[in-house]
T-cell receptor
Framework: GAGVSQSPRYKVAKRGQDVALRCDPI?????LFWYQQALGQGPEFLTY????????KSGLPSDRFFAERPEGSVSTLKIQRTQQEDSAVYLC???????????FGPGTRLTVL | AQSVAQPEDQVNVAEGNPLTVKCTYS??????LFWYVQYPNRGLQFLLK??????LVKGSYGFEAEFNKSQTSFHLKKPSALVSDSALYFC????????????FGKGTRLHILP
């Protein structure tokens, strides 16, 4: 596609539910990033893939957060047993290898009640 | 550790006047520097980046930014502001020559007064 797409755009979950957020990167982009943006804050890094390999997951806030990119294209961020503090916008970005300019999707706004 | 500081939460500028949005950074190597803009309910949009070379970088929508190594700054500028420039602006840094995570500042809300 022309840009990075994310689905769903909005998600409301009850505390304790599991959620899955999807990211479709720009076709051919090797690198994929997930960020979390809390209200009124800048995006904060969660995890990074190069193709299917998860090279950096240092930003994942707890073991309830899990990300995968099994075929090196679409990625899913899963949050288990959601908590209210997980409420945020989750941004996905992709970049061509060795290029470092990241293109961002519109984000998924997660609200945990 | 890498970090970015945007000292102003909000900047107000009259339409037609020049604008500056400030950014300073801290990295333990040579930086890639970026500016992104975020409009309501939309994703982050890339404005410009500094990699190497000329310290004055020109980007989208008439914006430019000046890299100052001695002051570790990368301020965003525009000679004449438009009301449509009103948005949230993020400065960001990553390590040069690595496909790496971007560290963002907290953002500066730019409000252009008609």
């Amino acid at each position: 596609g022309a840009g990075v797409s994310q689905s769903p755009r909005y998600k409301v979950a009850k505390r304790g539910q599991d959620v899955a957020l999807r990211c479709d990167p720009i076709s051919g982009h090797v690198s994929l990033f997930w960020y979390q943006q809390a209200l009124g804050q800048g995006p904060e890094f969660l995890t990074y893939f190069q193709n299917e390999a998860q090279l950096d997951k240092s930003g994942l806030p707890s073991d309830r957060f899990f990300a995968e990119r099994p075929e090196g294209s679409v990625s899913t961020l899963k949050i288990q047993r959601t908590q209210q503090e997980d409420s945020a916008v989750y941004l996905c970005a992709s970049s061509a290898r060795d290029y470092n300019e990241q293109f961002f999707g519109p984000g998924t706004r997660l609200t945990v009640l | 550790a890498q970090s970015v500081a945007q000292p102003e939460d909000q900047v107000n500028v009259a339409e037609g006047n020049p604008l500056t949005v400030k950014c300073t950074y801290s990295v333990s190597g040579n930086p890639y520097l970026f500016w992104y803009v975020q409009y309501p309910n939309r994703g982050l949009q890339f404005l410009l980046k500094y990699i190497t070379g000329d310290n004055l970088v020109k980007g989208s929508y008439g914006f430019e930014a000046e890299f100052n190594k001695s002051q570790t700054s990368f301020h965003l500028k525009k000679p004449s502001a438009l009301v449509s420039d009103s948005a949230l602006y993020f400065c960001a840094v990553s390590l040069m020559n690595r496909d790496d995570k971007i560290i963002f500042g907290k953002g500066t809300r730019l409000h252009i007064l008609p």
